[in-house]
Structure formats: structure tokens, C-alpha cells
């Protein structure tokens, strides 16, 4: 072997090594180590002892990171980081120089919820400093997406101004609240987060459509989810009557609608407030565990669930009734009420059967 072809076969080389690890497919969904993946991520590790192993165990693939020992440690447990560089120039370039090499690092994140201000008119930060933070982070590091996350609120047109700064968009719905909370952060007058009619977790799948449309059909749509109870975010004097957790059931039905309204990948955050006590973080990783049994159909494109039903009365008014989807040769449906519905499958996987779904109760079939 000449010297010249050795070099050029170790640049090679190098170049593999230093590729981004994950990519975008034209439809928004993730490409990791060249496989269509549906995202799993976390912004915090669960508190408590193992928490890389018990995070990669629930099938999880990414996890915010603000370092490179960080990254090494996601890398060491065959997981990925993203971090946050804002939207300083000078901020941008230092960080990207220190962290783009990295085979962990899967994508960047600019400004958390730049639109978003409490009880003010916004934006925090505009939509061109955005902007500008995204091209230069791809004139520095290419093939890597961006990530933008925002608050659940404000109009479709505010938050699609937005959209030349990221590639994967998410919003962040935290729709578990007991009643009479204290005011706090991020909670409107009523108490709630989201600003939409219904209070219930079935907001979650309007949250998931509205994203969509800020989006449009070719970015990643992430929603990220409830790992906490809102009174443990309090530095003092927390009530221990209100501190409420998700239960299984209810962090099952909003990672499902998510999916039946076409996201791209979960990601939960809030669990560094989260004490390992408490069955929060058993009952995520559960339903983890359960989407990456069907993570290869979950890769594939959404498709409308071509099915129609006949609803039996069962003494309830009929509000959003059951929503459905098809991911590959999974067949999911959703009861969005908060009363049981009672349906005779017309076509499907059980054609002709009647079947009763509790409220936000889940179905999967083949």
C-alpha cells in the first residue's frame, strides 16, 4: 500500500468516525446509525442509583447533556446526548468546536420555548436570532438537525415563524394538575398549562395536531411529556396533598394519542424532580418498554386508520370518542372521552366486534 492510499483511507475513516450519527428523513423521521428510529429521549435521568442502564433498559436513545463527560457516558451506555448552545454567536461557535466530533452527540438545541413569556407578551428571544443561530450552527456542523422546543401556547402563525430554525419541533404539555394548586410558573390563572378548552390529558392529541401545523410535513414532531408532579417544583413549602403524579394509565394514553396523531418520538422531562420513591418513573419506563416492542412499525410513516365504528350508548354524551391510527402493521386506538364509549367495529383487524374502552383507554392490534 502506497503512503498516499493509506492516507486517504485513514481520512476515510475519520470522516465515518466523525459523521453525524443521526439524520432526517423527508418525512421528519429520525435515521440513527442508518436505521429509521422512533425517538425515545429524556431530558433528565431517572434520580437514583444505575440510571444510564435503567434508561437505556426502557429503550430510551437520547438524553440532554450539557458536556462532553456527559456525552461520554451516554456514548459508554450506547446512547446518544443533545445540547443546548442558545443563540450567541460567540456561545455557538465555542461549543460547537469543543462537541461536534463527538460520536455521541445526535442533535443541537438552540433557545428553550423562544416565544414563550409567563403572563407577558413574548417573544423572548425573536425568530430571526433563531434563525440566525441555526445557520450558523449548520455552516459549522452540517448533517446534525436542530432541535426547537416550545411552549404549548401561542398561534400556529408565531410559532411557524419560527420554523428556518429547526428541524425536529416539539412542544412540551404537562396536562396532570390537581385541583387548587397554588399559583405557579407556568400555569394560568385556572390552574391549567395548556390554554385549550379541554382539561383533560386527551388535550394532549390536539397539542400534537396544532404542532403538526406548525411544523408541516417534513420536520421531526416531538412531544415532550409529563415526568413530574407540578408541586415538587416549588423550592419551598411544597403541600404534600397536591404533589400528583401521571399514573401508568394516564402515561400510556398520551405517549399512544401522540402516536395515533402522527409524532415522530416522545421525550419526558421533569424527573430530576422526580424522587426514585416515587412509581413515576416505573410506570414511563413500562410504557417504553412496550413502544420499542413496536419500534419497527413506529419508524414507518403514519397512516389514517381507514375504520369506521358504531357507537352504542352507555349514558354519556359522545365528545371525541376513539381516535386511531395505522404505523406499519400496528393498528392503534384511543379512547379520547372521559367516559367509556362502546363500539361494533365496521372493517379492521376485528371486523364486526363490539368492544368497550374505558375512558383513555389504549388498544393495540395487529
Known sequence: MTRRTFVAGTLALAGIANAAPGTLEPDGMLKIGGKRTFLLGLYQLPNGPDAWQRARAAGFHVVNTGSKELLDLAHRHGMYGWTGVGSDAAAIRKRVAELKDHPALLYWETEDEPSYQWNKPGPRVTPEKIHAAYKLLKQLDPARPVYLNHAPTNLVETLQAYNPGGDLIATDIYAVIPEGIRPQYALWSDGKQGDYLDPTISQVGRYTDKMREVAGPSRGLLMVLQGFAWENLRDKDIDPKMVLYPTRRQVRFMAWQAIVHGVTGLVWWGLYKTPPEAALWNDIAAVTTEITAHQPDLSLSPKRANVAV?????????????????????????????????????????????????????????
Request: glycine share 10%; aromatic share 10%.
Open 310 to 366: 358504531t357507537y352504542h350508548d352507555t349514558g354519556h354524551s359522545l365528545d371525541k370518542g376513539l381516535e386511531m391510527a395505522v404505523r406499519g402493521k400496528l393498528f392503534v386506538a384511543v379512547n379520547a372521552d372521559k367516559n367509556p364509549v362502546e363500539v361494533t367495529w365496521q372493517g379492521g383487524p376485528v371486523q364486526g366486534k363490539r368492544e368497550r374502552f374505558e375512558p383513555f383507554e389504549v388498544k393495540l392490534y395487529r
